[in-house]
Each structure stands twice: as C-alpha cells, then as structure tokens.
C-alpha cells in the first residue's frame, strides 16, 4: 500500500514513522530511567543516612582518642612525678639524723654544731663538735651512738680524751647503709 502514496508523501510518512518510534522510545527510556530511579531512592536515602551515622562515629572516636592522649599525657606527668617522689624517699634527710643525734644526747654533753655532707643519696659524712662535763660524760655519749642500730662506728680522737672537765671534743659518725 505504501506503494501507491506518492513519493513524496511516502518520504514525509517514513519520517512522521520514524519520529514516532523515536518518540517511544526516548518515552520508554525515560519510562525505565523513571522506575530505576524510584528503585534506587530507598538505597540512596539508606547509604546517605549510614554515611551520617559512621561520619558522627568517627567524630565521637577522633573525641574519645582525643580524651585517651590527654589522659596519657596527665599519667605520664603523673607517673613522673611519682618516679621522683619515690627517688626523694630514698633520699636521707639531714633531719633524721640531727633529731637521731640530738635524742641520744645525755646529761652533760652539750652539741654546738653538726656537720652533714652528703654523697649522691648517702650521707657521707657526719661530724658532732660540743662540750662534755667530764671524760665519763663522753664516753657514755659515745657507747649510747655506737648502741644504736643506724650508726655503725663512732670515730672518737683519743685528743678529746686528754682532759678531766669541760672538754670540747668533735667526733665523727659512720652510719649504716639506709635499705628501702
């Protein structure tokens, strides 16, 4: 039948054809683009809300890291501080053995002056200079240091023992090693 349409018209139907079926298909095209779309809403609004969700995640971790390296810097400062308190305990205080010194004092002995020198931790040295009544006074005062467990010799020059009364004398003491 297209045969008998003439030429002209035929071309012009050809393409009014054509057109058509373009025109549907582009529809159908958009049709399925359409559907598609509406499919993949569910799994877009699904994926963007865990995207929020892991994004809030991360956050709250990046806080609490951030809490972590605040309080492993404050137990850094306080484990520092704790190594060197442990260090000043076993340190001797010069205190300890004046007040060591100055309770064994006896009647008669009178201490003017305590010499303390200390070594790294140790006390190195200590030296008691004072007056004694009498040589007995003295020599009492002597065997009450050497009875005491923290004081291993009493270093008395025989000098300080040449007079009878008011004796200034100076002794030294060596003290035990301190065990912690």
């Known amino acids: 039948m297209i045969n008998l349409i003439p030429t002209i018209v035929r071309n012009a139907v050809i393409k009014e054809y054509w057109l ?35 994004a809030q995640s991360a956050m709250q971790a990046a806080e609490r890291v951030a809490d972590f390296d605040v309080s492993a810097k404050t137990l850094t400062d306080a484990n520092q501080l704790a190594e060197k308190i442990l260090e000043q305990k076993k340190v001797e205080n010069f205190s300890t053995i004046i007040k060591l010194v100055e309770s064994l004092q006896p009647v008669g002995i009178t201490i003017n002056a305590i010499e303390l020198s200390r070594s790294g931790e140790t006390v190195a040295s200590v030296k008691v200079d004072g007056l004694a009544d009498t040589r007995n006074n003295l020599a009492a005062f002597r065997d009450i240091l050497l009875q005491h467990e923290s004081i291993s010799d009493v270093i008395l020059p025989i000098s300080n023992l040449a007079k009878e009364r008011d004796i200034e004398f100076s002794l030294a003491l060596v003290l035990n090693e301190v065990k912690q």
């Open 20 to 54: 058509r079926v373009l025109s549907v298909f582009l529809f159908m095209i958009s049709v399925v683009a359409a559907v598609i779309t509406f499919l993949f809403l569910p799994v877009y609004v699904l994926v963007s809300t865990q995207v929020d969700v892991y």
